[in-house]
């Protein structure tokens, strides 16, 4: 999706000037379009008055934050710990397989987005992977199907 | 009207949530409706309990009746057999991991019975969106004091003689932090709360602040006070959505009763907090990395000193504590100093809150007294391993902690104990490996996380982490030669002492603990090519018993490599060249017919007793961990 540039004014506003405030900008758009489109960033830099190489100095430091776009779907496989002593590499490569794209990638047509992180405090769940906000505790390679399978549904419903 | 006789207690943590909790919620309403029991009876949520593995979790009140892994189908029967005929629900209740019988009451399940509750002391007897709740449970009371009856001295005094540490793990004195920064003749100050929780495996500040947000917030007002600061900042996980909404809940509710803004209760005093949301680094973790990522900037590091108490946000006298050592100070405050001294051992006092997880039975959160030992949580409040397995070690501390073999159980869980032991108190995420665990594995899982997640500013992390993982990766491989562990030790030393920060500075820990305790595996994958716990993929392999093998054909359609061959009810076999050691095709086998294998190579003759190759037993299938 790209941005208008009145919903980034929109945006903006309440933070124009106030450099401090650009992790929360950042959110703030990335919540909205699920990335950060260049004219976002640029748009950003001119609103607080901070350099254009600051904004993306933070926006690829951070790991919350994309410049690429994402898929309508976002799957999250969860790799602490417990999630890998109980088997949660052999999920994410469940995944990995069933959509053809490695992690951190989106597939070719733009449906899923597929990423792992370091850790998501429900370690009580592990094995865990989150499609679109929804916790799949206990997680195996074999569910994965089943659970794109919902995924897809969720969209159409 | 009459008030209800009997609370239908549901579980609302994240783990509870995640397997149905609010439909179970639904369910038991509409039940309650249908039969007409609104009267006698109130449905309500609760902050977690800890138990998260047994979620859906359901406490009956006042009898204490403690029901698990509830489904919205159980609800009619348990409605009807428990609120109508009085009979409990013996079926939906909890049964020990070595028992028959189940235990009915939440105070005789042994996993909480050990238990001594202080910053979880709200555990399931509020609902963490309602204020009143946690005002009920003598909640703000001890902001109310701090604020009209002692002086900012006595506060600090106070946190001093508790004998109170930093629980983000450290462990440095709270008092003294306090004291310097209230020193500091500059201002404005701030009152910073770290809950940017990253270590991998720890999940006590996510449910602190998702269950109890407002004991987090009256000990920042406290802190306020202490060292004369009007803002604050409440520093939270991005990962962490619930955690932010509840908190953000709690900070409304507080602004509403005028317990922060301006002339708090009264007394002249402002203070007013804001959530910051993290945005997904480690590193922010630290706390002037943390303090760089509140001014909008990258989560860089810098030396200390100076600390923040001296130049912290914006170059402001700043104190920051973590979310735990936050929701310690009201009961201090509250019941004094003397009494919170009482507990725990000579240096380090009071309680911690651990995450217990990994190969363990009771899996969830558990707070304790200090001083307890490794085996008492381990048994009797874990319950030990599942499915007959051997404990082989503990990892504490996450990537900067260490693993502690089973044989060292007996030491007593403190700051200066586990640090002796290698590792440390980190922030507490204590996660259990059985004898399928390789420590290998587990040494290269932390490493690449270091790697992974390392800032980036100073090159003895950058560079030494990486350096140690790809040593490590060539170990598991089969790649790596008796030369890699003195090198993994030497590159382990220098980055511990070059590095910038904390993240660096710990880093090697899990490599040099398990170094010490586990040194037989390295060498079996260094000198033998073997990996004893069957984990590491390049050296093991998986075959099919011709002997055992029906030719179901399970394992040939649940094969996502192809790699499965032969005539139908007949034996299949593995293409060692295909196969891409996923281990579906032993998951799937049937438990009545247990056909395929997973194998190492046998030891040489050279570097030990000579022994069969080792082959897995039948490991746990879905759903019985």
Redesign the interface.
């Known amino acids: 999706m790209r941005p208008e540039r009145s919903e980034l004014d929109a945006l903006t506003a309440k933070y124009r000037g106030r450099p401090r405030a650009l992790i929360q900008v950042l959110q703030d758009i990335q919540d909205r379009f699920h990335w950060l489109p260049p004219e976002a960033l640029e748009h950003v830099a001119e609103a607080l008055g901070v350099p254009l190489v600051q904004v993306y100095g933070v926006a690829t430091f951070y790991r919350s934050f994309s410049l690429q776009p994402r898929g309508r779907h976002v799957c999250t496989v969860c790799l602490g710990t417990a999630c890998h002593i109980r088997g949660g590499e052999a999920v994410l490569e469940g995944f990995e397989r069933r959509l053809g794209v490695p992690a951190g990638r989106t597939t070719a047509d733009g449906a899923y987005t597929l990423e792992r992180v370091n850790c998501l405090g429900a370690c009580a769940l592990a094995p865990l992977a989150v499609v679109d906000g929804r916790y799949y505790p206990q997680m195996t390679e074999a569910k994965v199907g089943a659970v794109l399978a919902e995924a897809e549904k969720g969209e159409k419903a | 009207m009459t008030s209800p006789g009997t609370r239908l207690l549901v579980c609302a943590g994240?783990?509870c949530?995640?397997?149905g909790a609010f439909e179970v919620r639904r369910a038991l309403e509409e039940e309650i409706r249908r039969r007409g029991l609104e009267r006698e009876v109130l449905v309500a949520a609760t902050e977690c309990h800890g138990f998260?593995?047994r979620g859906p979790i359901l406490l009956v009140w006042p009898d204490g009746v403690f029901y698990q892994r509830l489904k919205p189908a159980d609800v009619p029967r348990l409605v009807e057999e428990h609120l109508i005929k009085g009979r409990p629900v013996r079926g939906l209740m909890y049964v020990p991991p070595r028992g028959r019988a189940p235990a009915p009451l939440m105070k005789d399940i042994g996993f909480f019975k050990r238990q001594r509750l202080l910053v979880l002391r709200n555990r399931g007897r509020i609902d963490p969106e309602r204020i009143d709740d946690y005002i009920a449970c003598d909640g703000y009371a001890a902001a109310a004091r701090a604020l009209s009856e002692m002086t900012p001295e006595s506060i600090v005094a106070a946190i001093t003689a508790s004998g109170l540490r930093g629980r983000g793990g450290a462990g440095y004195p709270t008092g003294r932090k306090w004291a310097a920064c209230a020193a500091q003749p500059r201002s404005p100050k701030y009152i910073v709360c770290n809950g940017d929780?990253?270590?991998?495996?720890?999940?006590m500040?996510?449910s602190v602040l998702e269950a109890d947000p407002h004991s987090v917030i009256e000990g920042l007002i406290i802190g306020a006070r202490a060292i004369g600061a009007a803002r604050g900042f409440l520093y939270i996980?991005?990962?962490?959505?619930l955690a932010v909404a509840r908190a953000g809940k709690a900070l409304e509710q507080a602004r509403e009763y005028g317990l922060l803004g301006t002339n708090i209760l009264g007394t002249g005093f402002d203070f007013d907090l804001e959530i910051?949301?993290?945005?997904?680094?480690?590193v922010s973790g630290e706390e002037t990395a943390l303090l760089a990522?509140?001014?909008?900037?990258?989560?860089y590091p810098r030396q200390r000193p100076p600390y923040p108490a001296e130049r912290g946000l914006w170059g402001l006298p700043t104190v920051i504590n973590n979310v735990e050592t936050w929701a310690n100070v009201p009961p201090i405050v509250l019941r004094g100093a003397d009494w919170f001294a009482g507990l725990g051992t000579p240096a380090s006092k009071g309680t911690k809150v651990f995450?217990l997880?990994?190969?363990i039975s009771n899996?969830?959160?558990v707070e304790v007294p200090m001083g307890i030992t490794l085996r008492e949580i381990i048994e009797e409040i874990g319950g030990g391993v599942p499915g007959g397995r051997a404990v082989k070690a503990v990892?504490i501390g996450?990537p900067s902690g260490g693993c502690i073999p089973a044989s060292a159980f007996d030491i007593a869980v403190d700051y200066e104990s586990l640090k002796a032991a290698g590792s440390m108190m980190g922030s507490g995420?204590m996660?259990v490996?059985d004898e399928d665990?390789c420590m290998v594995d587990?040494a290269l899982?932390?490493l690449r996380?270091a790697e992974?997640?390392s800032?980036g500013k100073c090159a003895p992390c950058r560079s030494g982490t990486a350096a140690m993982a790809r040593l490590l990766a060539g170990i598991t491989a089969g790649k790596g030669t008796a030369d890699d562990l003195a090198r993994l030790e030497d590159l382990a030393d220098t980055v511990k002492r070059a590095s910038l920060c904390g993240l660096g500075q710990t880093a090697p820990n899990p490599v040099l603990t398990t170094l010490r305790y586990f040194r037989d595996e390295y060498e079996a994958h260094v000198l033998d090519k073997r990996c004893p716990a069957l984990v590491c993929k390049a050296l093991i392999a998986f075959s099919i018993d011709p002997e055992r093998c029906v030719g179901c054909l399970l394992c040939r359609k649940?094969c996502?490599a192809g790699a499965i061959s032969g005539e139908p009810k007949k034996a299949q076999a593995i293409d060692p060249a295909a196969c891409i050691k996923?281990?579906?095709c032993l998951?799937?086998c049937p438990d009545r017919f247990r056909a395929v294998r997973k194998t190492t190579p046998a030891r040489s003759a050279a570097s030990g007793p000579p022994a069969a190759a080792r082959v897995a037993p039948p490991g746990p299938k879905?759903?019985e961990?």
């Open positions: 994240t783990g949530v995640s397997r998260c593995e929780e990253g270590d991998p495996g720890a999940f500040d996510r996980r991005n990962e962490y959505p910051v949301r993290g945005a997904g680094a480690f990522s509140i001014e909008g900037r990258r989560a995450s997880v990994g190969k899996t969830g959160l990892q996450g995420g996660i490996m665990t587990v899982y932390f996380f992974d997640e800032c649940a996502p996923c281990g579906v998951t799937v879905d759903g961990r």
